[in-house]
């Protein structure tokens, strides 16, 4: 490139120009735009109204008042917000209330997530005594957004004696807790991934009475039982509604509460000071048991390999599934034209899946399909057609031809195994 | 053909029952999962399988209990209750005195509290370990219980838990035999006399039939008419999604290959 300064007499002779329609972009482009607010000689703040937006498309001036135009762009806006949440720092807490998060997949799950905003609710229901929410995260995790979720404080307990299934040891260290904070509430899920388990024994230990399946409380004026809440938990198999005091120790359902979206907070570490109890063990963990993946119901399936009109070579598919280690799923066609049997059909008209990982091969994406896959986290998908719907959904899509894709997958994953067979 | 060397004792396993609650009906009937107890208990070799229930006997609960002894047993244990007692130290002392190897019971009952406590207050109360969502008992050997322990999602973990000790059984369990009308009517119910201490807690509680939750609403919290607008116009979308186009079909299939992993689906 060369140094030389080129002129451009036509962007020039717009710039002199108010009255031309593009007068205001290039005045913007040339970084002499006409600011639409500075402050006057007497210390107001003066506004040229005719100097605010720009002119759209149609030659009609426009007004942007979402802030996009003066950021970089649709990235940029939303960390701003993420950066402009106010922070809420609690310096002395009046008292603590304690969460134990599943943390399944080592992320907070949206059950934790209500849960903390449950926490919260309890905490800063009194602005002049303001308590803190402490989350005890026990094992390893991958979560980087305490903060935004709503945690004060936050206990990381380590150590390998709490890895796995081992529910004596983590009651064991949460005692140890207990006994260091005096946590005015301990908040556990109530779900089948560890918390109502570990709830249950927690409270036992603690002597306490909890309150299992609990989905909504309330301020109690009349302060009845002394903590100032009552609590409504689910009761005989879902068919009762129990109102009681609520007590230290509460086991909550998902949606007890409303997330925490408004402000951070500080997430401050804590360091447990003596180290945890030495636990006997009677209860001994021997890993996860292989289950045939085509046994796992499709709705509570965590890995879905899903065929639809696309799939031509359907032993490769069932041989990609097998490999794979996924559940196999279907669209309505491929289930109408006989490929694959009518209790596999994902969708509203067939089984609303839950899946971890959903791969959609050859489906467009019906919309009654993509209901069907709402709750999915991650969606892969692979098609040829590069502008149905499916691809916008999916959070990686690989266009190309589902037989070959699904063959060099089924490679990759082979050629991992060998290698893994050697090392060991 | 020689003949087996029985040395080992027989496994002696309790299995606490309790009146379940069809969900349509509200009739007693079979618990389910206590019916799976069950089920678990008959499938294991060489044990000696009781049955034991707290509480009142009326019309309803008699049934009930009928049902299981329709599973195959002569008799059932009734630790007699009045209606909203505590069960648990009748039951903790019946079993101490009893020490089997094994209790069974249900997660949670389908009727009063229903809060699935009782095999972790039994537990801390005889000082045995416990288990939950137990789906199959593997083998018993040397005074140690190998379980397989139910996971969401339809994983299942391998457990060693010494004995003796207390395992609740999951609803993915194998469904339980259906319950024959003879052996029911025939099969006895003794009753045992047991302490009574009332649940005062439960007495001071309000029940009612459970109300439907609400729904929770999508609310968007945006700053602006024109995020708000977006929100409400904008058609659902993962947004941001990465699209691999023209890409070898090895390429393609690294980067899911990629996402699989850090998922951790792959085995």
């Known amino acids: 490139m060369s140094e030389i300064k080129r002129r451009d007499p036509r962007t020039e002779w717009i710039a002199r120009n108010r009255l031309h329609p593009q007068h205001l972009e290039v005045l913007a482009e040339l970084g002499q735009g006409v600011a639409s607010e500075w402050m006057g000689s007497a210390g107001i703040v003066r506004r040229n109204p005719h100097a605010v937006g720009f002119m759209g498309p149609n030659g009609i001036k426009r007004i942007d008042r979402s802030g996009v135009q003066q950021g970089a762009g649709g990235g940029g806006a939303a960390k701003s917000t993420a950066q402009s949440k106010p922070l809420v720092e609690i310096e002395a807490p009046a008292f603590l209330v304690a969460v134990v998060p599943d943390l399944s997949g080592g992320r907070l799950s949206s059950h934790d997530r209500d849960l903390l905003g449950l926490a919260r609710q309890l905490a800063d229901a009194d602005p002049e005594r303001r308590g803190a929410v402490m989350a005890v995260v026990v094992g390893a995790h991958k979560e980087d957004s305490y903060a935004d979720a709503g945690v004060d404080r936050l206990l990381h307990l380590e150590s390998p004696e709490l890895d796995g299934y081992a529910p004596e040891a983590r009651v064991g260290a949460l005692v140890a807790v207990e006994e260091a904070w005096e946590p005015r509430h301990w908040l556990l899920p109530d779900s089948k991934l560890g918390g109502a388990d570990l709830g249950r024994r927690l409270a036992v230990r603690l002597g306490e009475r909890p309150a299992t399946g609990v989905w909504q409380i309330e301020a109690d004026a009349r302060g009845e039982g002394g903590s100032g809440w009552r609590c409504t938990a689910r009761g005989a198999a879902n068919t009762l509604d129990i109102q009681r005091p609520l007590p230290r120790v509460v086991l909550a359902l998902a949606e007890c509460a409303e997330p925490v979206s408004e402000t951070r907070h500080a997430a401050q570490p804590l360091v447990l000071a003596q180290p945890l109890p030495a636990q006997l063990s009677r209860i001994e963990d021997l890993g996860p048991v292989a289950v045939d993946p085509a046994g796992v119901a499709l709705a509570e399936a965590e890995f879905i390999l899903s065929a639809g009109n696309g799939v031509r070579d359907w032993d490769g598919f069932h041989r990609a599934a097998k490999m794979l280690g996924a559940t196999e799923g279907a669209s309505r066609v491929a289930v109408d034209d006989g490929f694959m049997p009518r209790d596999r059909q994902v969708g509203a008209t067939g089984i609303w899946v839950t899946a971890r990982v959903y791969v959609a091969v050859g489906i467009s994406g019906a919309i009654q399909h993509l209901q069907g896959i709402q709750s999915c986290d991650k969606v892969v998908a692979i098609n040829m057609d590069s502008g149905c719907d499916m691809i916008k959904r999916a959070d990686l899509a690989v266009i190309g031809d589902s037989a070959q894709v699904l063959e060099a997958l089924v490679a990759l994953v082979e050629q991992e195994r060998e290698e893994k067979r050697h090392a060991a | ?267």
């Open chain 2, 1 to 267: 053909m020689r003949p087996e060397i029985r040395d080992t004792p027989s496994l002696e396993v309790t299995v606490l029952v309790s009146v379940g609650r069809h969900p349509l009906t509200g009739r007693g009937r079979r618990a389910d999962q206590d019916a799976r107890g069950v089920e678990l208990a008959r499938g294991l070799p060489e044990a000696e399988v009781q049955l034991l229930h707290a509480g009142t006997l009326n019309e309803g609960s008699e049934t009930a209990l009928r049902g299981y002894l329709g599973m195959g047993f002569d008799a059932l244990t009734l630790l007699e209750q009045p209606e909203g007692a505590d069960i648990l130290p009748a039951l903790a002392e019946t079993l101490d005195e009893a020490s089997p190897q094994l209790v069974i019971t249900g997660e949670c009952a389908e009727r009063g509290e229903g809060s699935g406590l009782l095999p972790y207050l039994l537990a801390e109360r005889l000082g045995w370990p416990t288990v939950s969502g137990v789906v199959a008992v593997e083998g018993i050997a040397a005074g140690v219980a190998t379980l397989l322990q139910a996971l969401p999602r339809g994983q299942r973990r391998r457990l060693e838990v010494r004995l003796p000790a207390i395992v609740s059984v999951d609803g993915a369990a194998p469904a339980p035999r259906q319950s024959a009308y003879g052996p029911a009517r025939r099969g006895q119910l003794a009753f045992v006399p047991g302490a009574v201490s009332l649940d005062d807690d439960w007495a001071g509680w309000q029940v009612q039939r459970a109300r439907k939750r609400p729904k929770r609403l999508k609310i968007v919290k945006a700053a602006s008419a024109r995020d708000r607008f977006k929100a409400a116009a904008a058609k659902a979308e993962g947004g941001g999604g990465q699209v691999l186009e023209d890409v070898t079909p090895e390429q393609g299939a690294a980067a899911i290959f990629k996402l699989l992993k850090d998922e951790g689906v792959l085995r």
